[in-house]
Each structure stands twice: as structure tokens, then as C-alpha cells.
């Protein structure tokens, strides 16, 4: 899990801290008007990334190095569909709440 910005040297304290109370407010906040309004930007970006060859090409390449074969539009619609409130918060405790968090700055 990585994230990347670029910022000012006195906003990087800000925004890392902002960063990381996002994260917190999925893992214990979020509530399911804003689950499903990111679904629906999900699947939208996800179906206009699709446009054209050079990035179709480039989403069955992903596709295959992390699943191991080409996940069809309806799964993948139904895969973003099956997230819930719970499972949101479930694995935002998962990934982002219960790890050793690292930062590197480069800069002049």
C-alpha cells in the first residue's frame, strides 16, 4: 500500500496527518450514502479508463499479472457492488489501521 503526493516542506506534516485521518474516518465513519456514491465513481472511472485499445490493453495485462486471467465487465461490476459499509471498515482496519506506517521525502 503506497501513496503518493507532492507538497510544500511546512504542508507535509498537514497533509500526511490528513492522509492518515482519512483513513480513519473510513474505518470508523463512513456511512453507506458515501460507500455507495464511491461505488458509482468507481465503476464510472473504471468503465471510462476502457476507452480505447491502449488502455483495455493495458487493464488485461493487470488483470492477468494480479488474478492470473481477465476478469469479466460484469464480475468486476458485481465485485464492486459486494462492498459494503462493513467489509469498507473491515479492511481499512486491515490494511491501513493495524500496519507500521513509513514516509519518504525527497526533496531539495
Known sequence: MGIYYQAEE???R???NAVI???RWMAYEVDAETVEKGKRSLLTNLM???DGSTPVTEDIGRQLIFYGRRIPIEELKARVEAITVDSLRE???KILLNCKL???IVGE
Open 48 to 50: 471510462l479508463m476502457l
Open 91 to 93: 479492511v481499512c482496519h
Open 10 to 12: 511546512k504542508a507535509i
Open 21 to 23: 485521518e482519512g483513513w
Open 102 to 104: 513509513a514516509t519518504m
Open 14 to 16: 498537514p497533509l500526511f
